[in-house]
């Protein structure tokens, strides 16, 4: 499985966490990976079973956002033109 995600998402294997998980909408099993790589890739997942049915969906994670504070825990808020309620 991994050496397939590497494939779809040009990431290097030791970037991907495997799983078997069972959806809890649509209580299906779930196998496959998910992409561990800090880009606009993580998050991302290969799914290759679906109740033990081969299938190879590729679902991209929400893109990231920038964090409005730094590693240090220091807020910067960028500056506020309008606001909406």
Not at 25 to 47: A, P
Not at 59 to 81: C, M, Q, S
Request: net charge negative.
């Amino acid at each position: 499985m991994i050496n397939r995600a590497s494939e779809i998402l040009d990431v290097k294997l030791d970037e991907f966490q495997e799983f078997t998980e069972r959806d809890s909408f649509s209580n299906n099993i779930l196998c496959g990976v998910i992409c561990k790589r800090s880009d606009y890739r993580y998050g991302s997942m290969v799914i290759f079973e679906i109740n033990e049915e081969p299938t190879e969906q590729v679902i991209y994670g929400t893109p990231k956002l920038n964090y409005p504070f730094d590693r240090g825990g220091h807020f910067h808020w960028p500056k506020i033109v309008q606001l909406e309620a």
